[in-house]
């Protein structure tokens, strides 16, 4: 049973900088955070990007070049670097891991159906 634990939200003007970890504890070597998802109130969750352990990314088109995901093996985290924050990002940002068994491409690693261990969501909050 895989524990995801946010941290890093915060409120920042535009223009600004966001740094997201996500804290995995309690799975095993094949389950792991690899998903960044946002939702804004009144809204649906959105993908944000993911990261495969083969290194390969993907990123939703309004966070292409303003946002990185990396990981560090060491410490069990997933990161979500964000930078030049506009206030359309403002969103509840949760990590996710994939179910096991689950077929895990570029394609699949943006759809919701993948995941089946959350986070508790961090609140980022940007202003004009």
């Known amino acids: 049973q895989v524990q995801l634990v946010e941290s890093g939200g915060g409120l920042v003007q535009a223009g600004g900088s966001l740094r997201l970890s996500c804290a995995a504890s309690?799975?095993?070597?094949?389950?792991?955070?690899m998903g960044w998802f946002r939702q804004a109130p009144g809204k649906e969750r959105e993908f944000v990007a993911a990261?495969?352990?083969?290194?390969?990314?993907v990123y939703a088109d309004p966070v292409k070049g303003r946002f990185t995901v990396s990981r560090d093996n060491d410490k069990n985290t997933l990161y979500l670097h964000m930078n030049s924050l506009k206030p359309e990002d403002t969103a509840v940002y949760y990590c996710?891991?994939?179910?096991?068994?689950?077929?895990?491409?570029?394609?699949?690693?943006?759809?919701?159906?993948?995941?089946?261990?959350w986070g508790q969501g961090t609140q980022v909050s940007v202003s004009s």
């Open positions: 996710a891991a994939p179910g096991w068994g689950k077929k895990i491409t570029l394609a699949t690693m943006t759809s919701i159906r993948l995941y089946d261990s």
């Open positions: 309690g799975g095993t070597s094949s389950t792991y955070p």
């Open positions: 990261l495969r352990s083969t290194g390969d990314s």
